[in-house]
């Protein structure tokens, strides 16, 4: 799950500064771990412990302020009693990485990734968003090339993954949906050559870069293995309890299932 994490730092910076092209500097200057990692945290954190996902996503938000966290995201966390609010956002696949590396079947995939989309995201198109995220990763343990996922996704979801990168950088603008970023996320992991190459397809295409990076990054991880540089470089952003939720996290799923680096 580093993979997701990595890939929300380096696309912090670019967010409200789109920059449209692949040459920039990795872990640029004013580079930060945004809500997306906070998330993403609290849910290996629940599969980690069972706990109740609810109070882990509302207390992470509460612990990390000022991550860029959504209003409606933050009104819920500030309630007691945090219900779901139908929401259609891309908060659900960026936060559901860990789910991929956690389960043990595609069913089981599937339902996990609904779970932890459905305690806030539980409109279809963000359990979805979640859910064509998560089948992504695990398609990709089972060594599924990129033509079966692409044809598996579409089906399924009826996501148009039909566009190159460079296709989609030339109209692809902010878009805070599952279904205006996920299709665009999964795009430049499978396009690309390697972990960084996806992580820069990601930060080209503009848009909601720390969260499209994100899920890209997450996906890129279990395509390619992380490189290590870049897998220490985002560790050094974390705090040490989001970095002992990560190491325990990573100790609750080995051995690793498929054939991608360990966390």
Known sequence: MIGAVAGDIIGSIYEWNNIKTKDFKLFGEGCYYTDDTVCTVAVADWLTTNGDLSDLLGGYALRYPGRGYGGMFLDWASQPARTPYNSWGNGSAMRVSPVAHFARDEREVLALAEKSA??????????AGAQATALTMWMAVENADAATI????????????????????????????????????????????????????AVSIGGDTDTVACITGGIAEVL???????RTNARAYLPDEMIGIVDQFHASVAPPIGQRQAL
């Open 118 to 127: 459905a305690v806030t995201h539980n409109h279809p198109d963000g359990i």
């Open 150 to 201: 692409r044809r598996e996704i579409t089906e399924r979801f009826d996501y148009d993954l039909s566009q190159s990168v460079d296709e989609i950088r030339e109209w692809y603008k902010f878009d805070v949906s599952s279904a205006g970023t996920v299709p665009q996320a999964i795009t430049c992991a499978l396009e690309a050559n390697d972990y960084e190459d996806a992580i820069r397809n």
């Open 224 to 230: 390619f293995g992380m490189p290590e540089e870049i």
